[in-house]
């Protein structure tokens, strides 16, 4: 059967799916043909937050999977908002992509100079980034990674920050001048991880998505994003979550709210079994509430 995959037709979002199409096609024989999708992030110059969050790259794929136009969809996890979609189901979570932030630019962070000028749209980043420098200017940005790096080819920036793992998928490294310990800056929750979505009624397909899938990055990115929903963060939140699994029996899950003057965090982990990732990340939230988390995730976030 040739499965039909429907992908966001960034250079960016082609190549990480054409990645888990061959993988599907390897272990399973079955032939994949990728259908580009312009969703309505791609088109609009509005920032991602005044238009409803990140589900503006996710909703337009979505309807295709549920129209049946497409049999599943490849999105980037930390584009999914973390609410349940009706009738759509995570089929897989494949091994994750280094979750780290990476600054492009001429210089590490530290050898900047004093005012320099720092590209990115995520709140996280500008909160974290003024917590590493208080002198930074943070300049908001977006845009696909190519448009983000060309901010600093031009001098409007002097440096952007962008995710390692997108930068890999489109073979930039080269642009990279510094890869941010997540002790410096806690990545966005499920960042450098893929969700293979399908039709939850589609029980043929998500026998063979499955095949995809890879425990440690499912549970990881589940306590990363239990942990934001506890919160009540949306894409725009300024919340970091990293979690790594030992052995398959030790989930360690950090998370950090930062206000967005980056004067404030509250920064805590907790650790327990895998297979209880989601009610580690609840809980996990709850302890960084009772911290005062809450009072900062409704700050202005530029
Ligand atoms: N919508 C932005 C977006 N969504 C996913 C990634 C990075 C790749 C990933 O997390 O898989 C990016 C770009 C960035 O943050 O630099």
Known sequence: MKLRLGTRRSLMAMTQSGLVADALTERTGHEVALVGVTTQGDVSTADVAQMGGTGVFVSALRQKVLDGEVDFAVHSLKDLPTAPAEGIALAAVPPRDDPRDALCGEAK???LPRGARIGTGAPRRMAQLRALRHDLKVVPIRGNADTRLRKV?????DAVVL???GLTRINRLDAVSEIFDPAQM?????Q??????????????LEILATL???ASRAAVAAERALLAALEGGCSAPVGAYAAVEDRTLLHLIG???GYDGERQVRLSESGHPDLAERLGRDLAARMIAKGAD??????TS
Do not use: H, I
Request: net charge negative.
């Open 186 to 190: 806690l990545p966005s929750p499920g």
């Open 213 to 215: 899938d890879d425990y």
């Open 256 to 258: 950090v709210v930062t």
């Open 295 to 300: 009072q900062l995730m409704g700050e202005r």
């Open 109 to 111: 962070l530290a050898d």
């Open 192 to 205: 450098g991880a893929l969700a293979v979505e399908c039709r939850a009624d589609r029980t043929d397909l």
């Open 153 to 157: 080819t031009t001098g409007e920036c």
């Open 163 to 165: 995710a390692y793992a």
